[in-house]
């Protein structure tokens, strides 16, 4: 059985992950795959322990090397448990979050060492990588108005809750690391309508899923569609 895909979603607080991972798992089931979707932090039993003391608030007066730690170890076990063997077991990943939000909330807004975040990095994740991360791009103002609305009256969490301009240094955060690692990443507006956001996503999943298991894999792959350029900004649907 050929190997599994794995693909993380990123982007601020408000662009439209949970929406847009949930639109590609139900097309990709649609399809035959068999999909596992899951996020960060949590995803395993364990995983989803230490996400209520990170998003509470409680781990944040130990300082952000504290979080990174919590992070990392939160990672891990959903590696061992979740991802890596649906992976191996030829499924297609698609998870909320991974090891980009790391390198952005706590290692460039957090200000810890790149050493440091690297080696909590290789650690947590022992191998395994995403083989293609969607970066959702949004305008951190407008990211915030939504991550508003969504929660109604519910208190805003640990992320929601900081400034704006540290909403705008991870933005640009994300988009640097997108040019950085232009054969992981692709980089695709949240402006426009969600049918049309889901689309661009589309694009960029079939090229690597058609090359994955197209042939000899648990189903066949979507139609040819036009390919989006990897780590700019996915061709409007």
Known sequence: MARGIFITFEGGEGAGK???IARLAATLRELGHEVVVTR???GSPGAEAVRHVILSGAAEPFGPAMEAILFAAARADHVDQVIRPAVERGAIVLC???IDSSRVYQGVTG?????FMQALEKVAVAGTMPDLTVI???DPAEGMRRATRRR???????YEKEALEVHRRRRDAFLAIARAEPQRCVVVDTTRAPTKVATAIVRAVQALVTRRLGAGGRAQA?????KTGAAGKAGAA
């Open 111 to 115: 200000g810890l060492e790149p050493a």
């Open 222 to 226: 979507p139609r040819p569609v036009e």
């Open 96 to 98: 909320d979050r991974f």
């Open 136 to 138: 959702l791009d949004v």
């Open 18 to 20: 949970s929406t847009q």
């Open 40 to 42: 960060e932090p949590g």
């Open 152 to 158: 109604g009256d519910e208190a805003a969490d640990r």
